[in-house]
């Protein structure tokens, strides 16, 4: 169940093309959603990430290689600032609540990720905190993106009611319904022609019927899948954005998050709902000290919720990974830093 509202979660699983040898690859507290497969290979998604339910909520793109091994994020975190800028979240919100919200991810011809916001499509990259809006135009609400070409999008789009502020100017209802139709949108002139609308209900989701290059299919990135462990790697904790890490970190602790397993009945459906904002109950796996470099390597459960974070000689918290991480039956999985620079890593 996710920690925030205590729906069931969803995670991202593979299978045969006639439905057969389902087979989980991917687990968290929040949603895993809208999976496409890569150019390269690799399946693109959009992750809920929930950590102790109001610490963080937000979705993120994420790539994982089809056994589950190597999840990358790839566009998020980096650009929080931005995107509160954009949606002019109250000050008084959490950094992290909220403020990232994506979906729908799509590659374009060329290789770059297109994804779907409140402002419209954008371009997410190709720098992990760069972004580029392709029609950032107030008046119009845009959803399910696709691209005919590198420089034309399929779009459904409908034009939001005007209303007036408290002030009683005319400003565009951000919430209200509009009539979705479907339209071309070319990006080099910002221009949105009609494909088709029926005025009686809403067109999203267009695809055209043309042939596809298929994505090539990676192999198993481990040979032994009976192994109950995995291993964890990181060249230098002191590899890090915050200098106190670098300065005063002696250990490293790793972190099993357990759902709450619990029921209420405020929800407003008939029955008992489970219960929501409960979060997760944090397991101590072990503490072990770092190597005089920074680094470390430990072996952690496979197929489990973990974080890890970075302690001082006193064991107070410097550095907190607000990710669960979740690692496949004898993977090893290695990273430069804790909270490295962005585009450090390859």
């Given at each position: ?7 069931a ?8 093309p006639?439905g ?6 991917g687990?968290?507290f ?14 693109l998604?959009?992750?809920?990430e929930?950590?102790y ?12 290689l089809?056994?589950?091994t ?7 975190p ?7 800028r954009?949606y ?8 992290r ?8 991810p ?6 770059r990720i ?11 990259g ?5 972004q580029t809006?392709l ?12 691209p005919?070409d ?10 939001r009611?005007l209303?007036?502020d ?9 919430v209200a319904?509009?009539?979705?139709g ?5 990006l080099?002139?910002?221009?949105l022609?009609l494909?088709y609308?029926?005025?009686?209900t809403a067109?999203?989701e ?7 290059r298929?994505p ?27 200098p106190?890490?670098g300065?005063r ?8 998050g357990?759902?709450?397993?619990a029921?209420?009945q405020?929800h407003?459906?008939e029955?008992?709902?489970w219960?929501n904002?409960?979060?997760?109950v944090?397991?101590?796996l072990?503490?072990v000290p770092?190597?005089p ?11 489990r ?5 970075a302690?001082d000689?006193?064991?107070?918290i ?11 039956p ?7 830093g ?9």
């Amino acid at each position: 169940r996710d920690e925030y509202h205590g729906y069931a979660s969803t995670g991202l699983a593979v299978m045969q093309p006639d439905g057969s040898c389902i087979t989980v690859i991917g687990m968290n507290f929040g949603g895993d959603a809208e999976p496409i497969a890569g150019q390269d290979g690799r399946i693109l998604f959009t992750r809920l990430e929930v950590i102790y339910s109001r610490v963080k909520t937000e979705w993120n793109l994420l790539s994982v290689l089809p056994d589950g091994t190597q999840p990358l994020t790839l566009y998020g975190p980096e650009s929080r600032e931005f995107w509160r800028r954009r949606y002019c979240v109250e000050a008084s919100a959490p950094p992290r609540h909220r403020v990232l919200t994506f979906s729908q991810p799509q590659q374009m011809p060329d290789g770059r990720i297109l994804l779907n916001s409140f402002d419209g499509p954008f371009i997410a990259g190709p720098r992990k905190s760069e972004q580029t809006l392709l029609f950032p135009d107030a008046r119009y609400a845009l959803t399910t993106p696709y691209p005919l070409d590198n420089q034309t999008l399929l779009v459904a789009a409908g034009e939001r009611p005007l209303v007036k502020d408290k002030k009683g100017r005319p400003v565009r209802d951000r919430v209200a319904p509009v009539d979705h139709g479907l339209y071309r949108l070319e990006l080099a002139c910002q221009a949105l022609s009609l494909v088709y609308n029926d005025p009686a209900t809403a067109e999203f989701e267009a695809r055209p019927l043309v042939t596809r290059r298929r994505p090539p299919v990676l192999p198993e990135q481990v040979a032994d899948r009976s192994s109950f462990t995995a291993r964890l790697d990181c060249q230098s904790v002191f590899r890090s954005r915050d200098p106190l890490v670098g300065a005063r970190a002696r250990y490293l602790r790793v972190v099993e998050g357990l759902p709450v397993v619990a029921r209420h009945q405020t929800h407003t459906d008939e029955g008992i709902s489970w219960k929501n904002h409960g979060g997760a109950v944090a397991r101590m796996l072990g503490v072990v000290p770092l190597a005089p470099d920074g680094s470390f390597s430990v072996e952690v459960p496979a197929d489990r919720l973990i974080h890890v974070q970075a302690l001082d000689s006193d064991w107070q918290i410097l550095s907190d990974q607000l990710i669960w991480m979740q690692l496949r039956p004898g993977e090893n999985r290695g990273c430069m830093g804790c909270h490295e620079e962005a585009d450090a890593s390859p």
